[in-house]
Structure formats: C-alpha cells, structure tokens
C-alpha cells in the first residue's frame, strides 16, 4: 500500500510535471530537474534515517534479489568465507545466491524452531578477516523480526531490510551496508536502496558488473546507467508524506500501534493464531492461521468481498498474512479485526 496522498500528487502530475508539459517519466534522468528530485530524495532519506555523512546511499535497480549477489561481490574477496544468520525464506534466498561466489558459514539460525523464532541475541566472535555478517532483520513471509541488532563486533553487519526500512527509528551507525527493495514500504518495485559505509566500497572484485558496483555507482551518483526514474520520483514523494507525518519516531510508534492491536486481538480471540514467538513478530507483516485451516479460501473470499484484499500468506507458506506497511492506517486494523471478529463468530 502507498499512501493515497502520494498517489493522488503522482496522478495529478502525471502529464504535466512542474509545468514542463512532460511527465517527470519523460525527461532526461541527466537534466536538472530530475537530478534535483533524485537529490531531494536522497536528501529526504538521510534526513529520516538520520544517515551519517561517512555513508553513501545509492538508488539502485535488480531488487533485493540483487543485492544477494551484489553484496559478496562487492565486499568480499573471492576466497573468504561470509558469515549468514538463517531466520526464513529470505535469509535462505540470501544465503544461495553468496554461496555461488563465496565459502558461507551458517553461525546462527532458527530451523528447530522452523522459524518461527529469531536467535537469541549474543556477541559474534566472528573470525579475522570474516567481510561481514548478514542478517534478514525482518522475514516478510515467516513473520519474525528482529527485536535487537545483531553484535557482530568490529566485523560490518549486513541487513536486509527490505520489509522494515522506514517503519521505525534506526541507528545506521550500527551497520556495514543496508539493503531494501522499495517495493515494500518505500515505494514502487524497480528500485533499490542501498546505504552502504564508505570504507567498505571501492574493493571489489575484477569481475564485478559495472551496474552492480558500488563505488561506481556511488561516483556516478546512481546513474552509471539509466535509473528506474519514476520509482526514484515516488520514493521521494513517500519520503515527503514520511516527514510530514512526523518522521520515523511518529511512524514507528503507529506501526507499534497498528501490530500490537491486530496481535492482541489474535491472541484474545481462540479462533486465529499467530505461530510466532511473542517477542520477535514483525510489525509489518502478520501470519495468522484460522482454527479450521479448510476455511481459508473462505476467509479470503468474504474478506476480499468486504474490500480487505492481499491477505493470503506467501504460496510458499499457506495461511493468512496481512501486511501493514507504513501506509496502512489504524482504521485498516480495526476494518481487519471486526471482519475477522464477524468470520469467527459465524464460522467459529
Ligand atoms: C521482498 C523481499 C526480498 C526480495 O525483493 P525483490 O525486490 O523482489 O528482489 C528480499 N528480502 C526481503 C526481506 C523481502 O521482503
């Protein structure tokens, strides 16, 4: 979900973009009006995430996806071994991809507890010259979330934090590189940011793809090849909508909010169930499971029919999932909860 607000702006400029007669998806990513939207955006972004000036903050295309492969690529020599925390789906995802380039030791992982758990929290002696320790903070499908950053000592700690950037406060300083794919809770699918700490960048390997170069594209400012320009445009409104909210600290207390009351209601409710460990559930995306699991195609019709849409659970998984990304407001949960009150007390 986007907000409608950024929706409405993007509609009403979409044929004429500050009155250039253009839309801003037809101008020269190299002109000085799309550069001052992509440096606004990157302006905005560092504003909310408070990012350190030391670290480079690149808008980028391929996905989280691609960043699985970018990330060893670029920070890690051919014959280190790369240090993976297993918490999902994703980290799974995460984990092959580096293991085509690299030796990947598993140094912590939730698979006893099928995941739906996160380690708990500890130093990472992690070996000399070990490039970094990766982690998913927040498992969009499996429904865990990080409640602390890992401590991986002077090693740089990785995260993926597709399903989570923006929902909260967050100290950057903590970390070697964040990732995320924009299309969770920062914007349309097609773009990637990566905020990555400046020592890191610039020792890649000989082999690297010149478009999956961070140092590359660092000096190119995003743009050693055509950018997702109309992503990067709609970032930068969701980041306006985000500071005119009140920034992360209102964000994150209205996402806590928002996952505290659709969880407590679960919980009360002895029909639905949650299967994640009550201290590490994502506030964005919530797994839930019926009592009676042959109602599910039920549930989602009915929902769907009551205009509650996207809360089947991944088709990997099964289940329901709702996922209330930033823009979804507290009226959505209470429309969320009175429905699923009404499916238990007809079905229950
Ligand atoms: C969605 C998601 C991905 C994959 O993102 P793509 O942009 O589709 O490559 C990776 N990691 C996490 C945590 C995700 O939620």
């Known amino acids: 979900m986007l907000p409608v607000t950024v929706l409405e702006q993007a509609g009403r400029e979409l044929l004429d973009w500050q009155a250039s007669g253009m839309s801003v998806m037809e101008i020269s990513h190299r ?17 909310l995430l408070a990012i350190p000036d030391r670290y480079k903050v690149l808008f980028l295309q391929g996905g989280a996806t691609l960043q699985f492969a970018a990330i060893p690529l670029n920070l890690a020599k051919a014959d280190a071994t790369l240090a993976y925390i297993n918490t999902g789906v994703w980290s799974q995802k995460a984990i092959a991809e580096a293991r085509r ?19 708990a929290a500890r130093h990472f002696d992690l ?29 740089p700690l990785v995260a993926d934090m597709s399903s989570t950037l923006l929902s909260r406060p967050l100290d950057v300083s903590r970390f070697g590189l964040i990732y995320a794919g924009a299309q969770k809770n920062i914007g349309p699918s097609g773009l990637t940011v990566v905020i990555v700490r400046e ?18 594209q660092a000096a190119e400012g995003s743009m050693a090849n055509t950018p997702p320009t109309y992503a990067w445009y709609l970032a930068g409104l969701v980041f306006k909508w985000l500071k005119a909210e009140g920034g992360l600290a209102v964000i994150g207390e209205r996402n806590r909010q928002k996952a505290q009351r659709l969880y407590d209601y679960i919980d009360g409710s002895g029909y639905y169930q949650s299967p994640v460990a009550s201290h590490c559930r994502s506030w964005m995306n919530v797994p839930f499971r019926l009592a009676d699991a042959t109602l599910e195609g039920c ?14 659970g991944h088709r990997s998984v099964g289940g329901m999932r709702a996922s209330i990304y930033n823009a979804m407001p507290l009226a959505g949960i209470d429309a969320l909860v009175d429905f699923m009150r009404g499916f238990a007390a007809r079905y229950g």
Not at 205 to 210: F, G, I, M, Q, S
């Open 31 to 47: 002109s000085a009006a799309f550069m001052s939207v992509a440096q606004t955006a990157e302006a905005d972004l560092r504003a």
């Open 101 to 119: 380039y690299n030796p990947v030791t598993v140094v912590a992982d939730s698979a006893a507890e099928k995941f739906m758990d996160v380690p």
């Open 127 to 155: 070996a000399e010259g070990t490039p970094y320790l990766h982690y998913t903070a927040n498992e969009t499908i499996g429904g865990t979330e990080f409640p602390y950053i890992p401590d991986s000592g002077d090693t």
């Open 199 to 216: 020592d890191l960048i610039g020792h890649s390997r000989p082999e690297l793809p010149a478009v999956m170069n961070y140092a590359l």
């Open 299 to 312: 549930f989602t019709q009915e929902a769907a029919a009551a205009g509650l849409t996207n809360l089947e």
